[in-house]
């Protein structure tokens, strides 16, 4: 499960593939669209695998305004066995002076278990490096605080904490760190990644992976 949308702040990014998105055509001036594609060694999402160690294909589609209103379209194979997952999000972010800001809500949806499906809603605050967001889902609240940097001028780092609390059950702590490159390749820009998860009584999982950008 993915996603909030790009323009919030890079730390929103944890835990999701380091699924690249830039702008690269524009349909009107205040008006953009952008699409990415990646293969990964497996999905991870809140530090924890999503399927079995199988490969995972990701890629999404979107559009923006220039008022901060945006939809996106976001899809990942390799959930479980033969499963295909859709993510649909509507988001608004902005800026209050230094602190940036998103509210939205993300549809999961999965192509043969319907069972599956749900629904979030969330809110978060950056500033600078660091960013704090709250997902409200049906029977559970998760808590993430991040901070994301460019290191040296070489690569993206980030490191997220999140704090899974079930209504009923034992909370989870998920880590996970992640790190990042952009090449430009000029009518798109190819971006391969590391992505780190633990999550409390799990192991440690490990997703390479590359995604061009368009």
């Known amino acids: 499960m993915k996603k909030t949308m790009k323009n919030?702040?890079?730390?929103?990014m944890l835990g999701m593939g380091f699924a690249g998105v830039n702008t690269a055509a524009h349909a009107a001036d205040d008006v953009s669209v952008y699409a990415d594609i990646g293969g990964f060694s497996q999905y991870i999402w809140r530090a924890a695998?999503?399927?079995?160690?199988?490969?995972?294909?990701?890629?999404?589609?979107?559009?923006e305004h220039a008022s901060g209103v945006s939809a996106n379209i976001?899809?990942?194979?390799?959930?479980?066995?033969?499963?295909?997952e859709y993510d649909i999000t509507l988001d608004y972010s902005g800026e209050a002076g230094d602190i940036g800001y998103?509210?939205?809500?993300?549809?999961?949806?999965?192509?043969?278990?319907?069972?599956?499906?749900?629904?979030?809603f969330y809110v978060g605050a950056s500033?600078?490096?660091?960013?704090?967001?709250?997902?409200?889902?049906?029977?559970?609240?998760?808590?993430?605080?991040?901070?994301?940097?460019?290191?040296?001028?070489?690569?993206?780092a980030s490191a997220a904490v999140g704090i899974n609390?079930?209504?009923?059950?034992?909370?989870?702590?998920?880590?996970?760190?992640?790190?990042?490159?952009?090449?430009?390749?000029?009518?798109?820009?190819l971006s391969p990644s590391l992505t780190i998860g633990s999550v409390t009584d799990l192991d440690t999982e490990v997703a390479l992976g590359v995604n061009a950008s368009f």
């Open 49 to 63: 695998a999503q399927g079995d160690g199988r490969a995972s294909l990701q890629g999404d589609v979107g559009v």
């Open 74 to 84: 976001w899809f990942a194979t390799g959930v479980g066995t033969d499963e295909t």
């Open 127 to 156: 500033f600078d490096i660091a960013s704090l967001t709250a997902y409200i889902g049906d029977g559970y609240n998760y808590i993430e605080a991040g901070v994301g940097a460019t290191v040296a001028d070489m690569f993206d």
């Open 8 to 12: 919030y702040a890079m730390a929103l």
């Open 102 to 120: 998103s509210v939205g809500f993300i549809a999961f949806k999965f192509v043969k278990d319907s069972g599956l499906d749900a629904n979030e």
């Open 165 to 189: 609390s079930p209504d009923t059950g034992t909370s989870t702590t998920h880590i996970t760190l992640g790190a990042s490159k952009d090449f430009d390749m000029g009518s798109y820009t």
